[in-house]
């Protein structure tokens, strides 16, 4: 099991100030906010205030400040009062406020607008909060995170959506095990995904499915590990699952998913093919989920009718996916009945779930420039860790794994300290875990020091190997604060390339320093509006803050030279 964490003073830094992080609750409805109704179960307003500012565990106690959230298109800021919850095991606390859509839904009603709009909330308030949690309904909770799973595109935090079978006023309820189990994932875990928090399991979004209409363990992922398990002890992370963002591209989003031209149908014995025209032969179908028996097979029909139907559909431009109706397994051509649908061209979807399937066909469509060519090719390639392209050995040592860790790290960041680029290469090449997100004494990741180094190639080369711009080290700075404290243009402009920004915590810090360093400061992200010209000119004349600072002592966090 890694190391890897936002920040874990439980490993041994009692000196460490404790780091609050911050979470942005969406809530969007479901049984967890619902109330009893004469007509039943119904989403009542006032979360925050009802459910969890009376239970110590979601608060401390403490005098609730105001955290600015953006509440509209027009980019509105509100200050909404927080709750902040007692220390946790891993030396955090977690400052949260709770968003709530003006409509909130049995998300039964859910559908493409409703995911535009948890998309384009997060979207708004991506640089103020460390991560988010969305409240949702069980009964779409799937679909919601396929589809959210493909709309956050370049996604560099952790983004977790839960609900529960019991509403949080209920006596016996789930709700309070979820919510706090996502909240820790989100406040803790740099797991850069659309994840599922249920009962105590951590599930890749797009893997999952709901397995049960009131058990507690509702949801499972049965192609697909849990990427954590809360236990007594611990939160447990799986590292060597997590997807992580290997593009220098900033977060962005892909809200108009063509769920309207996208359809799903289940074969069953003695289906017509005359049926599965007519649903191709839908006004406007762009693309179909066909849900088959097995490793993918389907009747073929008399006289082949069936896969002619499904060839002709093809032809016509409709994109056609296989995926199974079994729970567990993978579509793949082992038999003749399965290996006709691909020779008419139905693409095989292999071990994707249906709702996955589904909402990956929409966000395709939907992509700028999408062609039949673009859409099928994609289809079978995982772009969110959506499925399983072919299974590879994992090399592991059976024991000692942590030191051997932290070894290799320690001469990582040696090769990242001198620029040795080489070096750096070769060790990421034959390193069987992931250690990017890996911290040091100091907390500081590879990314921390790469932020620093001589080489910007192994910058770089880090962020392409999907090591995370947003972790904070022991004094809660960013790799980004370190690259303009140490005044490096490129390093800076590559990290706000890779959707890097600074904390909001550390942004009194950078606006002290950028009264000297405009400039640098200025990429960085910080804008000073009153800025004197006199002040602009020492940015020419002087050469930085040490020499000229009197009086004030910033404290500039890290290991940055
Ligand atoms: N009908 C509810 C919903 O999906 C079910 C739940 O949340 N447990 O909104």
């Given at each position: 099991m890694g190391a890897e964490a936002i920040l874990d003073p439980a490993q041994g830094h009692p000196e460490a100030p404790i780091l609050e992080s911050r979470v942005l609750i969406i809530m969007t409805g479901g049984?967890?906010?619902?109330?009893?109704?004469?007509?039943?179960?119904?989403?009542a307003r006032g979360f925050q205030e009802q459910c969890l500012s009376r239970v110590p565990t979601f608060n401390d106690g403490s005098d609730s400040k105001g955290l600015d959230v953006v509440v509209n298109q027009a980019n509105e800021v509100k200050e909404h009062p927080s709750l902040r919850t007692p220390t946790t095991a891993y030396g955090r606390q977690i400052r949260y406020t709770v968003f709530e859509f003006e409509e909130l839904l049995d998300s039964s009603s859910i559908d493409a607008k409703g995911w535009a709009e948890i998309a384009r909330t997060i979207f708004r308030n991506y640089t103020l909060f460390d991560g988010f949690v969305v409240l949702h309904g069980t009964d779409s909770l799937a679909y919601t995170c396929s589809a959210l799973s493909f709309m956050l595109q370049n996604l560099g935090k952790p983004v977790v959506l839960t609900g529960s079978q019991s509403p949080m006023l209920v006596l016996q309820n789930d709700a309070t095990d979820n919510l706090l189990g996502s909240?820790?994932?989100?406040?803790?875990?740099m797991v850069p995904e659309v994840c599922l928090y249920f009962n105590n399991r951590l599930f890749r979004g797009n893997r999952s499915c709901k397995v049960a209409a009131s058990d507690f363990a509702a949801f499972d992922s049965p192609n697909c590990p849990?990427?954590?398990?809360?236990?007594?002890?611990?939160?447990?992370?799986?590292?060597d699952l997590v997807n992580r963002p290997r593009n220098i591209e900033n977060f962005s989003i892909q809200t108009n998913l063509d769920?309207?031209?996208?359809?799903?149908?289940?074969?069953?014995?003695?289906?017509?093919?005359?049926?599965?025209?007519?649903?191709?032969?839908?006004?406007?179908?762009?693309?179909?989920?066909?849900?088959?028996?097995?490793?993918?097979n389907a009747p073929h029909g008399e006289d082949n009718a069936m896969t002619k139907v499904l060839a002709d559909a093809i032809k016509r431009g409709i994109v056609i996916v296989n995926v199974t109706q079994c729970l567990t397994g993978s579509v793949s051509p082992v038999y003749a009945t399965g290996m006709s649908l691909s020779r008419a061209g139905v693409i095989a979807g292999l071990d994707m779930t249906t709702e996955a399937a589904l909402t990956k066909l929409a966000y395709l469509l939907a992509l700028p420039g999408a062609?039949?060519?673009s859409v099928t090719r994609n289809m079978s390639t995982s772009i969110r860790g959506e499925l399983t392209e072919s299974s590879q050995p994992v090399f592991r040592h059976p024991d000692s794994a942590l030191p051997e860790r932290i070894q290799t790290l320690t001469v990582l960041g040696y090769a990242i300290a001198q620029g040795d680029f080489a070096r750096v290469q070769e060790i990421i090449k034959t390193e069987p875990h992931w250690i990017l997100n890996d911290a040091d004494y100091s907390g500081n990741t590879p990314i921390h020091l790469a932020a620093t180094s001589p080489s910007i190639a192994i910058l770089h080369f880090l962020l392409g190997q999907g090591g995370s711009v947003h972790i904070r080290n022991h004094n809660g700075r960013t790799p980004l604060?370190?690259?303009?404290?140490?005044?490096?243009f490129e390093h800076i402009l590559l990290l706000r390339q890779s959707g890097a920004h600074l904390h909001s915590?550390?942004?009194?810090?950078?606006?002290?320093?950028a009264q000297r360093k405009p400039g640098i400061w200025g990429i960085a992200g910080i804008t000073l509006k009153q800025m004197s010209e006199r002040e602009l000119e020492g940015e020419h004349t002087e050469n930085g803050f040490e020499r000229r600072g009197k009086g004030h002592r910033v404290d500039l966090g890290g290991s940055a030279p």
């Open positions: 049984t967890i906010c619902m109330r009893d109704s004469p007509s039943g179960f119904i989403p909240l820790v994932v989100a406040g803790h875990f849990p990427l954590a398990v809360t236990t007594s002890m611990r939160t447990n992370v799986n590292w769920t309207s031209h996208v359809a799903c149908l289940r074969i069953f014995p003695g289906i017509k093919p005359q049926m599965v025209d007519a649903v191709l032969k839908l006004e406007g179908l762009h693309g179909l989920v066909l849900e088959t028996f097995g490793a993918g062609t039949q060519e604060f370190l690259a303009a404290n140490a005044g490096l915590d550390e942004r009194p810090a950078a606006e002290l320093l």
